[in-house]
């Protein structure tokens, strides 16, 4: 069967049958309605990579001691993980933590459950006295999505209690989350301050208190009484216990605990301060797991809050301080306000073209079928409605219209002509049935190799392609079922007649006959032509290379986050003081109303750390953007002094240290080498104006006494090594001696020196412990302090000893042009036994670029392949993909004029523009080609093409661009992300559009001829049918 008949067979099917076509397309809508309300809504395409975080606590240890006998051996034992990516760890005092990046597509129960069988395996590797590990479906490095705050009239331990209680229950229960952080609690105890004095005088020490403590808790199985008729469980049960109480408790026959220690039952001493507009508070923070919901966690959470509101005591609240979920919800309004706004302008533009009602209606219910049908694909495929794919239901509003606006317009034209309705549906449709199959390929061949980016950006472009290609899909059914069946019964092209001649004299009047005369211009001066397009092309070359590499562009997220860091060692009061005057410096602008709230949390992640989140007033009450108040706000930050403070503005990316400027890593096997060279590589950053404020995270300053007990002597004197530690343990720390239950509230008895504070290294040196003669001996006897300095934390990265560094980045200064000079940098001063890796937002656009060119390249040479296939002819397929560079330069300019970045968003627009520059020059040549197999010559044939297919193409265009104008023109929550694609769509198209009206038919008329006759072995093969059919 012909290609002539395929197309007359499937316009005549519909338009002598218009209920089939009807109903088809009424499934399709049917479809769509069912699956809106099954279909997930989130942020963005679920791309979040999955990741797992292990925690070991291991009490007292250095940051040294962990790193070799915790981390280096957990790492070693995770190297079996199935799907394992790699591993990033930190050991400080006390702690070691790992976060483990796992291969998308990985389940992340499963690698959990894995996660533990390989740590209970290496447990025999593992030092004693280290805590059960902990395993978390999250980053440990994750910020929280929703932070929260419980104040009132109750006290902090009420608060507290309420805190960790229903408050973190409820919330921890919300599908999703990894786990919910409370910060800034402040907790009772009951505190025995012993007097030393006193107990060396009697004859204890604090091991014999600390064993008097211990008998308070005797809450244990005594066995069973039996009898005939029962079994009776016996048990001891604790006493109510009081500070009078603990007081009483016997030491030995002639001393109880109140003897020699002041017995308190008061609040403990917060290692946290939580503030919330200046009042004190206990701070709560939900964090998803990493392949969590953000909008489903933020709409359960809020609900969860409005009903424990109405459980909590009178004087307390539990207010929502920042709510990621609420920038979601707004995003996703915003984007669905611009797919309606989109809808009414392309209708007004198709109306200003065709200016008949009836022509109007045909296109017009292309684009509620075409979307309603994508919902329900979205949903089969597994997808979501996120801003990513709504961006391409925005960007498809413009498209989908095109196909039936070609079929229409070609109709209409038949009608005009002479023909009558049904038959002028049936021929019109006919002539144009192929181009409409054409271009819909192209699109749909564009995100082919794109899908295939890696990480993030290959599943954002699969989720946008498979979206836009699929709507696009739809449109074309439409156009070429229900749009024949509709025009045959609504006539839109009316009664008028017009001869073949009378439509060329009318077609070269007014603005179609300048064309006509410019592209006569053009084929009468082809190399003028070519040479001014390649000039242009050269120009946006140049334009290319200076555009700022960015994984985002700068959004406004309604909130930010202020980091401040202290001097190492720095206490907690200290940093305290300096926070009160970020808090300060925020004033004016809470006074104003750009900040709604303000939320200080000093002492989360170490006495010298700290940070402010500031909740801004939504997006239509304020006149400043976000990046507009941190511009103003980050220097006069930057003049706090005693603190390093700088303003964190995230992306919706949600990658880890987002916002935090360039970070990297320097790689090597000794810490102290890599800190030498790592400090010459800040030191060069510092002078570079591409960086600013760079520094190391390694920081050996921590001041630290060493403890170096004498065991010899120890040995000689009666005194065990492990009795000197907990003595000097005690003293410096304290020592919860047991917990006890008050009031159904489990209550540690914490063992502390009264008297003067511990502060002093001599105040250690003079404590005296029991020898095993009973004779008392100083611990200067037996150790020896010496004063020095260490690293708060030891980091590792892909296995190898890591020093992290950051820097903010200079005014003007792009991502990844920071990055690049960085390596630029490290070259000159690193070692060869030093390496730079880049973490972070870097880390992720480094990813992204590796294989962008490369990948667009192949989309090219898909798309060219894809059109030869279809026109079978590889000189049509040239004469399109020709224009296609140009389009792109013309991207390229628009986003300079701008002022945009190349970003995850202009990368999008730029895919697109493939497609669309290719499908306007299908609609010219598969038309030069359908008239040159009429009879007539290269040049006739591409002059009347262009003649006849002025007006679908340029409502194609003039649709596609308009209905992309409110892209540009949006505001509110994700108007940045909206406005890198619609730029350039708008600018990239509508400047393309003029490269196709005059590029493709001097192409054309060069390159067509070396292709030879179009159709000509389906012709010769009908030939030597028709031949063989008398002997047959």
């Not at 006390?94 to 533990?116: F, K, M, Q």
């Not at 200016?355 to 597994?382: D, K, M, N, Y």
């Not at 708008?986 to 067509?1008: E, H, K, N, Q």
Request: glycine residues 8%.
């Amino acid at each position: 069967m012909s290609q002539s008949q395929i197309r007359s067979g499937i316009a005549d099917l519909f338009v002598s049958r218009p209920i089939l076509a009807i109903v088809l397309n009424l499934l399709i809508a049917i479809a769509g309605l069912a699956a809106l309300s099954s279909v997930e809504v989130r942020e963005m395409p679920d791309v979040d990579q999955p990741v797992l975080s292990v925690t070991i606590d291991w009490d007292g240890a250095a940051p040294e001691t962990v790193d070799t006998e915790v981390t280096s051996v957990v790492e070693d034992a995770l190297t079996q993980l199935d799907g394992l990516e790699g591993i990033s760890s930190t050991s400080s005092y006390g702690r070691s933590r790992l976060t483990i990046d796992l291969a998308d597509g990985t389940d992340i129960d499963t690698a959990a459950n894995e996660v533990s069988e390989l740590l209970t395996r290496a447990e025999r590797q593992l030092p004693d006295g280290i805590d059960d590990p902990t395993v978390t479906k999250n980053d440990s490095d994750s910020q929280p999505i929703m932070r929260l705050a419980l104040l009132g009239t109750a006290s902090m331990a009420e608060l507290t209690e309420l805190a960790e209680g229903i408050v973190s229950d409820r919330l921890s229960a919300i599908e999703g989350v990894a786990e919910v952080q409370v910060m800034g609690s402040q907790e009772n105890e009951f505190r025995v301050e012993v007097d030393l004095t006193a107990m060396v005088g009697r004859g204890l020490e604090l091991d014999d208190v600390e064993a008097a403590l211990q008998t308070l808790r005797i809450d244990t199985a005594l066995g069973d009484l039996d009898s005939d008729s029962q079994s009776v469980l016996l048990r001891s049960a604790d006493p109510e216990v009081t500070a009078d109480t603990i007081a009483d408790l016997r030491i030995d026959t002639h001393t109880r605990v109140g003897d020699i220690a002041l017995v308190q039952y008061t609040a403990d001493e917060k290692d946290v301060i939580a503030r919330v507009d200046g009042q004190s508070s206990v701070g709560i923070g939900v964090v998803r797991q990493s392949l969590g919901n953000t909008l489903a966690i933020s709409q359960q959470a809020r609900e969860a809050v409005e009903d424990l509101q109405t459980e909590l005591p009178d004087g307390v609240r539990l207010v929502i301080v920042a709510d990621d979920g609420i920038f979601v919800e707004q995003s996703i309004d915003e984007v669905t306000a611009t797919i309606a706004l989109a809808v009414l302008i392309v209708v007004a533009v198709i109306f200003a073209f065709l200016r008949s009602w009836r022509a109007v209606l045909i296109p017009t219910v292309t684009i509620p079928l075409s979307l309603a049908g994508t919902i329900a694909a979205i949903w089969l495929a597994g997808f979501s409605v996120n801003t990513i794919t709504l961006l391409a239901l925005v960007l498809a509003t413009g498209m989908v219209v095109d196909d039936s606006i070609v079929v229409v317009e070609n109709i209409v034209r038949r009608r005009h002509l002479g023909l009558g309705a049904h038959a002028a549906a049936a021929a019109g449709t006919n002539e144009v049935f192929f181009a409409v199959i054409s271009t819909t390929a192209t699109l749909a061949a564009v995100f082919i190799p794109i899908s295939f980016l890696p990480g993030q950006a290959g599943g954002i472009f699969a989720e946008f392609g498979f979206v836009l290609a699929f709507c696009v899909t739809l449109s074309s059914f439409v156009a070429l079922t229900l749009a024949p069946a509709l025009a045959a019964r609504l006539d839109p092209g009316g009664t008028g007649r017009v001869t073949e001649e009378e439509d060329e004299k009318r077609s070269r009047r007014g603005v179609t006959g300048l064309y006509l005369k410019l592209v006569d211009r053009a084929l009468a001066a082809p190399a003028l032509t070519i040479g001014a397009a390649v000039a242009f092309a050269i120009v946006s070359y140049g334009t290319f290379s200076g555009l700022t590499s960015a994984l985002t562009p700068a959004e406004d997220r309604g909130a930010f986050l202020i980091r401040g860091t202290a001097p190492s060692g720095a206490s907690l009061g200290f940093t305290e003081s300096q926070v009160s005057q970020v808090e300060a410096l925020l004033q004016p602008y809470v006074d104003s109303g750009e900040i709604e709230a303000v939320q200080a949390l000093v002492g989360f992640g170490g006495s010298s750390s700290a940070f402010v989140i500031a909740r801004l007033a939504d997006w239509d009450e304020r006149d400043r953007s976000q990046q507009e108040l941190l511009a103003e706000l980050n220097p006069q930050l930057a003049r706090i002094p005693g603190i390093s403070v700088f303003a964190i503005s995230p992306n919706s990316l949600g990658i880890r240290g987002a916002g935090r400027g360039l970070q990297f890593a320097l790689l090597g096997d000794d810490y102290d080498r890599l800190a030498e060279e790592g400090d010459a590589l800040v030191a060069a950053m510092a002078e570079d104006p591409a960086f600013s404020n760079p520094t190391l995270s390694y920081d050996t300053t921590t001041p630290m006494l060493s403890v170096d007990i004498d065991r010899e002597m120890a040995t000689e004197l009666g005194v065990s090594p492990e009795s000197i530690a907990t003595t000097i343990s005690a003293l410096t720390e304290g020592v919860t001696a047991t917990e006890v239950f008050v009031d159904g509230t489990e209550t540690d008895v914490t063992l502390v020196p009264g008297g003067k504070p511990i502060t002093d290294p001599t105040d250690i040196e003079n404590v005296h412990v029991r020898s095993s003669d009973g004779d008392y001996v100083p611990l200067s006897s037996m150790v020896m302090l010496t004063q020095t300095s260490t690293a708060s934390t030891l980091a590792r990265e892909e296995r190898s000893r890591a020093v992290p560094g950051e820097a903010n980045l200079g005014a003007g200064v792009s991502l990844g042009e920071a990055a690049a000079r960085a390596e630029e940098l490290a070259a000159e001063v690193l070692s060869d036994d030093a390496r730079l890796i880049f973490r972070g937002e870097a880390a992720a656009l480094e990813e992204s670029q590796s294989g962008t060119a490369l990948v667009f390249g192949v989309a090219l040479l898909v798309v060219l392949l894809v059109l030869a296939a279809q026109f079978e002819s590889f000189a049509s397929a040239t004469v399109i993909m020709l224009t296609v560079p140009f389009g792109l330069g013309a991207a390229v300019m628009a986003i300079w004029l701008s002022g945009g970045t190349l970003n995850y968003y202009s990368q999008i627009g730029l895919v697109i523009l493939i497609g669309i520059m290719a499908k306007n020059g299908i609609l010219i040549v598969e038309f030069a080609n359908q008239l040159r197999e009429r009879g007539q010559d290269v040049d006739s044939a591409i002059r009347n093409a262009v003649r006849l297919r002025i007006r679908p193409v340029m409502m194609t265009a003039v649709s596609t661009v308009v209905g992309g104008l409110p892209l540009v023109l949006s505001s509110g929550a994700g108007a940045e992300a909206r406005a890198a694609v619609g730029w350039v769509i708008v600018g990239g198209l509508g400047f393309s559009t003029i490269f196709t009206l005059f590029l493709t038919p001097v192409f054309y008329r060069l390159i067509a001829p070396l292709g030879g006759e179009p159709g000509k072995a389906a012709h010769r093969l009908e030939t030597e049918k028709q031949a063989m059919a008398p002997a047959e």
